[in-house]
């Protein structure tokens, strides 16, 4: 008995390591990087945010938030957008993860390296690219060119948790709702759409948040009808003396989206307690 837990720990003791290094040394990188540009920046945004000119403290970049005009009709614009291409991305990227998860494996790869080839341009000259092919089209509506941009720059983020949480399903069950009798709407909305449901919630995540806070997609298709939260934070970067005041709204936006944030893990939360207890 004594030599079988100790063999048991010995076996436990060798899983923690790899070639005599901790598993947790691996980690010592990404902790690094994480505090240089994470944890630090968010730092120097809060020391700039919550200071004036002179160093000194002060909540007046964020009173300032409040006495501009027109600044909540621009965040709420800015939301209404990013709300509109992730619901867009969405219904786009569903029904083609559904169609790449039960492709044929030999064709898999191809039809996702089709959708994924783009994003290994920068962002920018796909969008200067969609500008040309806007022009060509006689698309005159600001609005219409920023939105469509934003789906076509964020379409890769949502597709790809949705086709990762799609090809992994098991499909017993499916079978199983099939053996039952049930037809493929009521599989797809039973089975398929509430077991998908963490894909669902990481895309949206992943496409809401950057385009929120966006502005080089609006700067480069819209005008300055179509400014958006990000663009005014931009514009406070670019002057002289603004970045107090600009680091304020970046602040507040990511307190909104870190809201954001919450709620989808509670959602995500939700769905697993649910799962485990049916």
């Known amino acids: 008995m004594n030599n079988a837990t100790t063999a048991a720990d010995g076996g ?19 902790a690094a990087l994480s505090v240089i540009f994470v ?4 730092f120097i945004m809060l020391y700039y945010a919550f200071t004036d000119g002179t160093g000194h ?7 300032h938030f409040f006495v501009r005009p027109n600044i909540i009709k621009v965040m709420g614009r800015s939301f209404l957008v990013a709300f509109i291409t992730t619901a867009a991305c969405l219904l786009l990227a569903y029904p083609l993860a559904l169609a790449l998860a039960s492709t044929a494996l030999n064709k898999k790869f191809i039809l996702v390296m089709l ?13 200067y690219a969609m500008k ?11 609005w219409v060119a ?3 941009g934003m789906v076509y720059d964020f379409f890769p983020f949502m597709l790809m948790p949705l086709y990762s949480v799609l090809s992994g399903m098991d499909k017993s069950l499916i079978e199983a709702s099939q053996d039952l009798g049930a037809s493929a709407a009521t599989t797809l909305f039973k089975v398929r759409l509430p077991l998908s449901l963490p894909g669902i919630v990481s895309g949206v995540l992943m496409v809401f ?14 005008n300055t009808d179509t400014y958006m939260f990000g ?23 990511l307190a909104l989206i870190a809201v954001t944030v919450v709620v989808a893990n509670r959602i995500t939360k939700g769905h697993k307690e649910v799962g485990g207890v049916l």
């Open 57 to 63: 403290f002060t909540f007046a970049n964020f009173a």
């Open 231 to 253: 663009n005014v934070i931009d514009q406070w970067f670019r002057n002289t003396g603004g970045w107090n005041v600009g680091s304020a709204y970046s602040f507040i936006l």
């Open 132 to 142: 040309i092919v806007l022009h060509i089209l006689n698309v005159s509506n600001a």
């Open 12 to 30: 436990k003791k060798n899983k923690l390591k790899i070639r005599g290094v901790k598993r947790s040394a691996f980690a010592v990188p990404y």
């Open 39 to 42: 944890v630090v920046p968010l």
């Open 115 to 127: 959708f994924i080839l783009p994003m290994w341009i920068n962002s920018l000259l796909r969008t």
């Open 146 to 148: 920023v939105t469509v």
């Open 209 to 222: 948040m950057p385009t929120v806070s966006t502005f080089a997609i609006s700067d480069i298709l819209g």
